[in-house]
């Protein structure tokens, strides 16, 4: 069981906005950064967000992460069809003394 | 431009030995360490550990301590994860990817993962 909580699936129609959740605790989500990944089917992972709400260049500026208290968020705007992946948060935990990822969420589009 | 490459996949048998490798480039090796991270499909993604190409001190998941083994050689941009025995549950993809770290950053530590490999594929498989 992950110390990140994420749902397992999300979904949306081309165009609409949608939003992940990350729930975790006072010793990762609440103290630390969250940053945000990309699973494409069958690419490796490419980071979107760091530091809670920062996107490398290139990342398309319709994601945008936002972290309150111990729960982040990534949000998709305008979404596309090509945006269908896997996503996952991740966060140092000072208790773990480690790195954590939540258990990922399928983005569906219809 | 930062490129982390991987080596190719591998079959093996429960028991044998294993190293994969990580070769970077278009950066300065020991500017960054280096991590590992598993996916599989039942448990998504998992960090295995980091290391230090400066001086190759490892840092290890809890969950993964004592599993595996993290190398580096900086004379060839290269970081490495072995295995002495492999088991089947160590099948997975596994990734290297370059970590960006700030332990001390106002909004706590900031750590995340700039570049990625392209995975290598490991089944173990009797």
């Known amino acids: 069981q992950s110390m990140l909580t994420q749902p397992p699936s999300v979904s949306g129609t081309p165009g609409q906005r949608v939003s992940i959740s990350c729930s975790g605790s006072t010793s990762n989500i609440g103290s630390n950064a969250v940053a945000w990944y990309q699973l494409l089917p069958g690419t490796a992972p490419k980071l979107l967000i760091h530091t809670n709400n920062q996107r490398p260049s290139g990342v398309p500026d319709r994601f945008s992460g936002s972290k309150s208290g111990t729960s982040a968020s990534l949000a998709v705007s305008g979404l596309q069809s090509g945006e269908e992946a896997d996503y996952y948060c991740a966060a140092w935990d000072d208790s773990l003394n480690g790195l954590v990822f939540g258990g990922g969420t399928k983005l569906t589009v219809l | 431009e930062v490129k982390l490459v991987q080596s190719g996949a591998e079959v093996k048998k429960p028991g044998e030995s294993l190293q994969i490798s990580c070769r970077a480039s278009?950066?300065?090796?020991?500017?960054?360490?280096i991590a590992w991270v598993r996916q599989t499909p039942g448990k998504g993604l998992e960090w295995v550990g980091f290391i230090s190409p400066a001086d190759s001190s490892p840092k290890y998941s809890p969950s993964f301590q004592g599993q595996v083994t993290l190398a580096a050689d900086r004379s060839i941009s290269t970081a490495y994860l072995q295995w002495s025995s492999l088991r089947a549950s160590d099948t997975a993809m596994y990734y290297c990817?370059?970590?960006?770290?700030?332990?001390?950053?106002?909004?706590?530590?900031?750590?995340?993962?700039?570049?990625w490999g392209q995975g290598t594929q490991v089944t173990v498989s009797s």
């Open positions: 278009g950066y300065t090796f020991i500017s960054y360490w």
């Open positions: 990817a370059r970590l960006h770290s700030n332990p001390w950053s106002e909004f706590g530590v900031v750590n995340y993962f700039d570049s």
